[in-house]
């Protein structure tokens, strides 16, 4: 399970996983996010971000930037423009 905390003000996304994982990865599918939690070359975990969450499309990212991935605490941090 993935918990986003979106902060629109700062432009902050926080997730939280119960997945354990080794690597992190955005990727952008047309207009949408998608992000990838790699737990080895055979078992990966994923979800997508979605524009209800932004209140439409007119607010939702253009471009997302890692900013930390804390494996031990499952956490992810990103900024967005």
Known sequence: MVNKKIDTTKKTIVLDTSYEFKDFEITKYIEHF???FTKN????MG???NFNKFKGKKNYPKEIEIVNVDIENKTVELKYT
Do not use: G, I, R, V
């Not at 070359?41 to 990966?44: A, L």
């Open 47 to 49: 979800c997508s971000l």
């Open 34 to 36: 998608h992000f990838n």
């Open 41 to 44: 070359k055979n078992e990966s």
